[in-house]
């Protein structure tokens, strides 16, 4: 670790304007959205961040044609197989990409070799290899695990049988070329799915684009159609992103008003908002944005979020400062993120001085005088992000690897720097 670069955060307060990074989610169902409808669109505001930017590549080595520049990209309308085969796509650590893009893969008539990262390869596939399989679809996995490779074009079924609970993205690959079907597509969810608030995200925005989904307990139908986008779409702005800098005013005492965002957003993580709320914080919306200002005073939290899980690092770190325990319930698929999660927030909460138990999938967060500690990031951007948090109270929090922050929001410690006032520090390090 000694050889990782380190970034020191100096104690200070949260204060002034910010316009977030364009939503993660959205930018990556959008352009896949768009390179499935067949018609010209261009997608403005898109992400520019590791995660997204393995999509777009993703796409365009799958044959969908588009002209990229800057944060937009306009797709022609047009698809044409690939001159050599079999296509490989790299998808790094993202997740995202890796589900999202087995199933369109599995659409197309294309013989397409999946990889990703060492990570990647552990974590979970094999719930959608199942369910492609289920469909016709034969492909070569590694125990359900990158490396896959997939002989599309083939689907020969409109029901399917998965098991969402490791992940919700496995739900939403199937969803988004599920309108491509001739016969459309039923999904059977086996039990109530993790993150689900991001499975209504992409229904909502299958909606929004001309497609009927019908969900109904542990049912969802999509049916046959195609995707009709507007000539011109703008991806809002990232509540995950958003995130850290709402809990950092409340934190540090400071007020903060974030621009492009609105609680009329398809986005899970806007539950931020009222887990502020309940540690104590006012916030209101204002005009394209939302205001946060903070007390400093962190009440306990007892919060279920199972719905908004990139929310629980920062969550955990603001809990570690309140003045009574606070529990974090329904986390267990937090260990299957870019890094065990559960594992990460625990040792560097320990790290920091903190008590943290987890217990039946509800992470226990008791305070205790904390201190500075070098901050173990797992090359995972949401522990980067989150335990900077920290710092704004106590002197000595370091972060290593800080530029894993690349993953989702490039500009981070930019946008820190600017509204970190180091002149207005807080003394209260050991006042949980």
């Not at 689907?155 to 998965?162: H, L």
């Not at 986390?331 to 320990?350: C, F, G, M, P, W």
């Not at 001085?353 to 070098?374: D, F, N, S």
Request: hydrophobic fraction near 40%; charge should be neutral.
């Amino acid at each position: 670790m000694t050889s990782e670069r380190l970034q020191t955060i100096t104690p200070g307060v949260i204060g002034g304007t910010l316009r977030v990074p364009p939503s993660k989610s959205i930018t990556h169902r959008a352009l896949i959205i768009a390179a499935l409808s067949g018609t010209r669109t261009r997608v403005q505001r898109i992400l520019q961040a590791e995660d997204t930017q393995l999509t777009l590549q993703a796409l365009q080595q799958l044959g969908f044609e588009f002209t990229a520049e800057a944060d937009w990209a306009e797709f022609k309308g047009q698809w044409r197989p690939p001159a050599q085969q079999p296509v490989q796509l790299w998808v790094g650590n993202s997740g995202t990409t890796a589900r999202l893009l087995t199933a369109v893969a599995a659409l197309l008539p294309l013989k397409v070799i999946i990889d990703g990262s060492p990570r990647m390869r552990q974590r979970p596939m094999a719930p959608l290899v199942q369910a492609l399989q289920q469909l016709g679809v034969p492909i070569e996995h590694h125990d359900g695990n990158l490396p896959l490779q997939i002989q599309g074009g083939a689907i020969s079924a409109s029901s399917v049988t998965i098991d969402p609970r490791i992940s919700s993205q496995f739900v939403s690959g199937l969803m988004l070329i599920a309108p491509a079907l001739p016969g459309g597509l039923t999904l059977h969810l086996t039990h109530t799915p993790s993150s689900q608030s991001y499975i209504e995200l992409t229904r909502k925005l299958m909606q929004q684009f001309g497609i009927t989904v019908e969900w109904q307990e542990n049912y969802i139908s999509v049916l046959p159609g195609r995707y009709q986008l507007p000539e011109v779409y703008t991806v809002e702005g990232d509540f995950s992103s958003a995130s850290y800098f709402l809990i950092g005013s409340h934190l540090s005492g400071g007020q903060v008003t974030v621009k492009g965002m609105t609680m009329n957003s398809p986005q899970g993580d806007k539950e931020i908002v009222p887990i502020l709320k309940a540690a104590g914080a006012r916030i209101r919306e204002v005009a394209d944005g939302i205001q946060v200002k903070g007390t400093a005073t962190i009440k306990p939290i007892d919060w279920q979020m199972q719905h908004c899980p990139d929310l629980v690092p920062g969550v955990a770190v603001m809990c570690a400062f309140a003045a009574a325990p606070s529990y974090l319930r329904q986390v267990e698929h937090l260990r299957y993120k870019e890094s065990d999660r559960i594992a990460a927030v625990t040792e560097n909460l320990q790290r920091l001085g903190a008590m943290v138990h987890y217990q039946k999938g509800t992470l226990i967060i008791e305070p205790q005088p904390l201190r500075g500690a070098v901050i173990r990031t797992f090359d995972d951007h949401r522990i980067a992000m989150a335990f900077a948090l920290a710092g704004l109270r106590i002197p000595g929090v370091k972060i290593a690897n800080p530029e894993c922050v690349g993953k989702s929001y490039p500009s981070f410690w930019e946008d820190w720097q600017q509204l970190v006032q180091t002149d207005k520090v807080r003394h209260i390090e050991n006042d949980s």
